[in-house]
């Protein structure tokens, strides 16, 4: 299993590299300039400001610089906030967007796959209609509706909890709406996904042994389908984690947190480019290590899972 690890953690770099070229080409492809403002800078002062930022350079020597300094873990000052580096903005906004997204994931995680695991058992019975029609309304209402109006209700309205920022530091009460905006449509996705792997399972020959060797039902659930069921849940926790960790863009934005997904938006709008590319560099990195200990988690729930 090391061997397998090591082995993807080396092909992990020339993607790293394909990922870090196309988004730098495409950032500087896209219309504008950070030193674009609203005041008309004197054309001297802003080829001196370009030239401090190595940007009055060709596109190419500008890649090759950036990429010199991203193998060096130096992910460049930030164009905008002059004071900090992009390694400063991202460890300010993490933790925040961790918080949340780790949080969300784990409510998804009970909740979603108690539908699904319901759903499945009483398969074509009121309850899965009702799970599944839970399950369709979280899918099919965003999280640009449903956060404004759980701040609406809960935060104006009968003002029970915070409708956003974060007053008092990162407290249970200031990241409840957060984490269930973000949760809703986790849930919806990961109890479909559970309720369509239990029926399968649950329809297979060594399930059907196990009832007749006498076992109970609860141990044939618990002990045996729910661990070839929650398989699939494998795959698709990996890129989904690492999603949630680096901030959802509209939930940060709507409750006005302080998360790594809120400092991309601001970045790409005001061309921050090292902004976007620390950010995209830390998404692709989680994304690849998520899905490599996706992979390894499945040796460990599968036993015919081989890593040669």
Sequence with gaps: ML??????????????????????????????????????????????????????????????????????????????????????????????????????????????????????????????????????????IPTFVTGPLLALVFGVWLRVLPSGGLQGGMSFQNLLLPVITLALPQIAIISRLTRASMIEVIRSNYIRTARAKGLSEWRVITRHAMRAALLPLVSYMGPALAALMTGSLVVEQVFQLPGIGRQFVIGALQRDYTVVMGVVILYAALIILMNLLADLLYGVLDPKVKYQ
């Design 3 to 140: 061997r397998y690890a090591l082995r993807r953690l080396l092909i992990a770099i020339p993607t790293l590299f394909v990922i870090i070229t196309i988004a730098f080409f495409m950032m500087r492809a896209a219309p504008g300039s950070p030193f674009d403002t609203d005041r008309q800078l004197p054309a001297a002062i802003e080829q001196n400001i370009r030239a401090a930022y190595g940007m009055d350079k060709p596109l190419i020597a500008q890649y090759g610089d950036y990429l010199s300094k991203v193998v060096r873990g130096d992910l460049g000052p930030s164009l905008k906030y002059r004071d900090k580096t992009v390694t400063e903005i991202i460890a300010e906004g993490f933790p925040v967007s961790m918080t949340i997204g780790v949080a969300s994931l784990c409510l998804a995680m009970v909740f979603g796959v108690g539908l699904g695991v319901a759903a499945a058992l009483r398969q074509n019975r009121p309850a899965d209609f009702g799970a599944m029609a839970v399950a369709m309304i979280g899918i099919s």
